[in-house]
């Protein structure tokens, strides 16, 4: 087995991650807030927090103008793209819940970004599929339910523009991608990362952030 270089992240090195990063701003700290206080039981499905300056950082690098987001659950990840897109551009939200997004439409709109998110109530398979077939986005961030990542995967290469970022979430699955019996997701997110690593139309790098993150951009 390879010898990983990585340090383990202790609560205190978490800590001096965040402190180190570009804190939260007032209304994405309010939303991480009320989500666990409302919504104890699903909070753990919002993104890590220090995945919020990072795809900031992200749109920013590649310049992005036309996001797609699969998984807005109430809005963080969302809101924290949206606030580094530049003021034309656009970012389609697709979830199936009303009441987890309604709080998502809260935060923003108080954050002034909400002409900026397109937010599409409907099954994300038929979203995607609804979208011009030819490519036009920038950079997608998928984090929605985990057997359709493949199908997500299918749906939004193709229409990824030449350079253009997708960034997969959960791609450990709670280290689940390791293990000889894993739950039906985490089989799912094994099953995806053999796919992704074998797509030639990408390229792709497995990051050691938060729960796992994959990087891939379009080639060509
Ligand atoms: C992990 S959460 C997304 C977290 C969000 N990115 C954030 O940072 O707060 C997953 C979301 O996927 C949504 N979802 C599950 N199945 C879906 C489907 N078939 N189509 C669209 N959204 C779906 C759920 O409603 C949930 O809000």
Request: proline residues 7%.
């Amino acid at each position: 087995m390879a010898e990983s270089k990585s340090t383990p992240i202790t609560a205190e090195l978490y800590d001096y991650v965040l402190r180190h990063n570009p804190p939260l701003d007032p209304v994405l700290r309010e939303l991480v807030e009320v989500t666990h206080r409302d919504l104890p039981g699903q909070a753990g499905m919002q993104s890590a927090e220090e995945q919020a300056p990072l795809l900031a950082f992200l749109v920013r690098l590649t310049g992005a103008r036309h996001i797609v987001e699969v998984g807005t659950f109430t809005g963080f990840s969302a809101l924290a793209m949206a606030q580094a897109l530049p003021a034309d551009g656009r970012l389609i939200a697709c979830d199936v819940s009303e009441e987890w997004t309604a709080y998502g439409r809260k935060a923003w709109a108080k954050a002034g970004v909400e002409a900026r998110i397109d937010l599409r109530i409907a099954p994300a398979l038929d979203t995607l599929r609804a979208m011009p077939a030819e490519p036009h986005i920038d950079l997608a961030y998928l984090d929605a339910d985990k057997p359709n990542y493949i199908p997500y995967w299918e749906e939004l290469v193709p229409r990824m523009n030449p350079g253009g970022l997708i960034v997969a979430d959960n791609v450990f699955y709670h280290g689940s991608v390791t293990a000889s019996a894993p739950s039906a997701a985490g089989a799912a997110i094994q099953e995806f990362n053999d796919h992704v690593a074998a797509d030639v139309r990408m390229e792709t790098v497995m990051l050691t952030v938060a729960d796992g993150l994959t990087l891939a951009r379009r080639l060509g």
